[in-house]
């Protein structure tokens, strides 16, 4: 065989094996595997100490950006956030010229940054970390060579690395640890918020001190809340009645609208995760590609995140007392509402504020019409609840917390508005690149 054939032989393997191995962009990939991580952690999130919504929101939020920063290099439509997001300013790069498995890289960076954000869960869940990352290991890993294998996934590690790194510094690092300081000192003085049970110190009272995703979103425009009087004539006294009438003549569906979305600490996946498994439904509705979901889930993630600083913010600012401390002081001694009472300031709504800027965003990507069927609960006993719009759901979510005895009709209205806010100022964030 002559020379100039042999050569032309290897050539054509080489080709062959290029060919094979050839990087594909990441909007050829289904969603499996961002919504599997997604879903994997709205199992993590009840069965992991001291994940309260404001802790759950903000690991969802870092989770959002890791899928996406560990995608994004495969989406020649979308930019990194570096330089977008508030003191986001870098990310490792890829090698130039080198090709990379996209689901491997997000199969690793989602795998590492849960297991840095959920550092203080079982063991039992760690295994299912570890499981479910083996399990998209070895039905992709054989679609590139083992080099390109193995730098997809120290890219997704390293990709994590560096968001873990820039999350210890937003003042919310291992906030499972800190849901009650011991060294917190409460206002005190005349109508001020008052513990409602057990719990002495506040849930997460420095929350609203945090470094926000989105530059100014844990600012608000609101109005202050009604004075505190105990007068009949008083707006605070008429906010109140209106609770307390609701709350003695509940309808059955009201009930079950306020049991529907209470969402408890401990025992589910929290408001942000609710507002996640929205999110994820529709993206498995939808069938988006890898690329889109990426997207859904950060600016979800995102929005969720900073509209908890920004309503704990509020929270801490003004002290408002609850329903059922003011209630029992000046119109009924006896009055219990059929949820129990977070332990914490009541203005404004964090179900109002998360829901409205969940809406605010799935309604910017999917429509203002756009008609859902809400699954979230059925494997706890809960039938399917259907909306023709993502408002709707939110209006239903913050009037929820009326029904239940928790919050003021003003509170969730004012937590719809700032959360909308919020959703806007993530929804005209910078992802696609200017000339895609």
């Known amino acids: 065989m002559s020379k100039s054939v042999i050569l032309f032989v290897i050539g054509l393997a080489m080709f062959v094996v290029e ?8 909007k050829e990939y289904s969603n499996e595997v961002a919504v599997a991580w997604f879903n994997l952690q709205l199992g993590l999130i009840p069965t992991t100490q001291g994940f309260s919504p404001p802790v759950a929101s903000r690991a969802l939020g870092y989770c959002g950006l890791t899928l996406y920063e560990s995608l994004v290099n495969g989406m020649p439509e979308y930019q990194s956030l570096t330089g977008v997001l508030n003191e986001f300013k870098t990310v490792p790069k890829i090698e130039s010229g080198k090709t990379y498995h996209w689901i491997l890289s997000a199969n690793a960076a989602q795998a590492a940054i849960i297991k840095n954000l ?14 479910l990352k083996g399990v998209f290991e070895r039905k992709y890993q054989n679609e590139v060579d083992k080099e390109t294998a193995l730098r997809s996934i120290k890219f997704g590690e390293a990709v994590a690395k560096a968001i873990f790194d820039y999350s210890k510094t937003d003042g919310g690092h291992e906030g499972y640890e800190k849901n009650f300081p011991k060294d917190y000192k409460p206002v005190t003085g005349a109508c001020v918020w008052t513990p409602t049970g057990e719990q002495q110190i506040p849930l997460q009272p420095n ?3 945090n470094r926000p995703f989105v530059k100014g979103n844990s600012d608000f425009e609101l109005p202050a809340p009604p004075r505190c009087e105990a007068s009949i004539s008083s707006l605070m006294y008429a906010q109140a009645l209106e609770v307390y009438s609701v709350g003695k003549n509940l309808s059955a569906e009201q009930t079950l609208i306020a049991k ?6 401990g025992k589910t996946f929290t408001p942000p995760g609710h507002a996640v498994s929205i999110a994820s ?7 988006l590609k890898l690329d889109r979901s990426a997207e859904v889930f950060c600016k979800i993630g995102i929005a969720a995140a900073d509209a908890f600083i920004s309503c704990w913010k509020c929270k801490f600012m003004h002290n408002v007392l609850r329903p059922v401390s003011y209630i029992r002081t000046t119109i009924d001694r006896t009055w219990q509402p059929i949820l129990e009472t977070p332990p914490f300031p009541e203005y404004t709504s964090g179900h109002a504020s998360v829901s409205g800027a969940t809406a605010q965003v799935l309604s910017d990507l999917f429509g203002f019409n756009y008609h859902f069927t809400d699954n979230s609960h059925a494997a706890r006993g809960f039938k399917p609840r259907s909306f023709d719009s993502f408002f709707e759901f939110a209006d239903e979510a913050a009037n929820s917390r009326l029904y239940g005895g928790i919050h003021y009709r003003n509170s969730n209205e004012q937590g719809l508005k700032n959360g909308k806010r919020i959703g806007k100022n993530v929804c005209e964030l910078k992802f696609k690149t200017p000339n895609p």
Do not use: C, M
Request: glycine letters at 2%.
């Open 207 to 209: 929350w609203g001190k």
């Open 281 to 287: 439904q529709i993206i498995s509705t939808e069938k």
């Open 118 to 131: 959920y550092a203080n869960t079982s063991k039992a869940n760690l295994a299912k970390i570890d499981s």
């Open 260 to 265: 529907y979305w209470s969402d408890d600490a």
């Open 19 to 26: 060919s094979a191995f050839s990087q594909k962009p990441v």
